[in-house]
């Protein structure tokens, strides 16, 4: 296929309607946004029938996109009351994800981009968790640092304008969101792991020694597996001798131990940065431990803190149509030939 632009360079608006798809993962979802204010923001999920499996099956979750992707984006613009015909761009998910559930999104937005006449606009999910902050208050503006906590990434990041970033450190090993899955799972909690952990944490307490991650270890850089396989030998080890354990307490202590760095690292982070603002995306972040401690250390420490609502920290296309915002607005359209990536390393530009 040509690299084609789907349509002619359009005049470029203050306050755009865009439309938002996101199918990466096991979400799919679709949303309206008219500069930074969310019209709507629609998703159906296919976690539950994922869940049976203990995991995302991939062809599963193709196949429920593409019952999904023109119901829910109906959905999106009938609760934004918008008629498709005036939206000025098509943003859209290309990576990275399932490479056929990222197929049928990006496939889908660029028959409704073309048949419109309007730009589409590839989005890499990573910055989508970025941008996200963006739609929680109208007048944020970098410079900022920004803490990355999903499934498959932990970063934190210098935002020095809405497009470009300095990456101050990342995950040496698992990410968060991946270390939560696995403790989960080895605690017999259900897929998906994160939200799962955290309620049966608020039973506990966090009285497990676990290795910490030395504050001053790797600068930004962060290590989960030392942390992960040392609770599931304690679980393990509990269970073959059968003595009694709380895994309650055993949920706390990893999310203590797992959290508390970040916390630690971000505002080292703005310190050192002489940043006064920290700004978090992905779907750690909607964990409400992480985001009240983050918030009190914030505050100790004369940050502000723009957080996404939580249900905008794990996967949704508000947060795609407002990447797609800062590239309409930057004049980053993509051509006709844009192909789903399985993997796009975090760019710092
Ligand atoms: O950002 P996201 O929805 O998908 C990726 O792009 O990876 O993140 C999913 C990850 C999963 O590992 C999930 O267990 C974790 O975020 N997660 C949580 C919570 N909600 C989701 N981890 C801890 N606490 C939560 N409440
Ligand atoms: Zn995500």
């Known amino acids: ?188 909690l259900p897929y998906p792991g994160g939200p799962h952990l955290e309620a049966l944490a608020k039973e506990g307490k966090p009285t497990i020694p676990l290795p910490k991650m030395l504050k001053g270890e790797g600068g930004y850089n962060f290590s989960y597996s030392g942390l992960k396989t040392a609770v599931i030998n304690y679980v393990h080890h509990a269970k073959q001798s059968g003595a009694p354990f709380s895994a309650a307490d055993v949920a706390c202590s990893f999310q203590h131990a797992a959290l508390d760095i970040l916390v630690e690292k971000t505002v080292e982070a703005a310190r050192e940065k002489h940043a006064d603002t920290v700004t978090a995306g992905g779907g750690v972040i909607a964990n409400e431990f992480l985001r009240e401690t983050l918030a009190g250390a914030c505050r100790k420490a004369g940050l502000k803190l723009v957080l996404p609502e939580k249900r905008r920290c794990t996967d949704n296309a508000a947060m795609i149509a407002a990447e797609g915002l800062i590239r309409y607005h930057a004049g980053l359209f993509s051509p006709l030939s844009l192909n789903a990536e399985a993997y796009i390393p975090l760019k710092t530009s």
């Open 1 to 188: 296929m040509s690299d084609i632009i789907l349509c002619k360079t359009p005049k470029i608006k203050e306050t755009p309607l865009i439309l938002g798809i996101e199918s990466s993962c096991d979400e799919t979802a679709a949303a309206v946004i008219r500069g930074r204010k969310i019209l709507s923001d629609e998703i159906i999920s296919s976690a539950s029938v994922q869940a049976q499996y203990g995991g995302v099956v991939p062809e599963i979750a193709s196949r429920a996109h593409t019952d999904a992707v023109d119901e829910v984006v109906s959905r999106a613009l009938h609760s934004a009351k918008v008629k498709k015909e005036e939206l000025d761009a098509v943003a859209v998910t290309y990576g990275a994800g399932l490479l056929g559930a990222l197929l049928v999104g990006l496939s889908f937005a660029k028959g409704f981009a073309f048949g419109l006449g309007v730009p589409l606009i590839g989005v890499n999910h990573i910055r989508g968790h970025l941008a996200a902050a963006y739609l929680e208050e109208e007048t944020l503006e970098p410079p900022f640092v920004t803490l990355l906590a999903s499934g498959g990434h932990t970063a934190l990041l210098y935002t020095k304008t809405e497009t470009e970033f300095e990456l101050l450190g990342g995950t040496l090993d698992d990410a968060a969101g991946e270390a939560f899955d696995k403790v989960a799972r080895v605690l017999s």
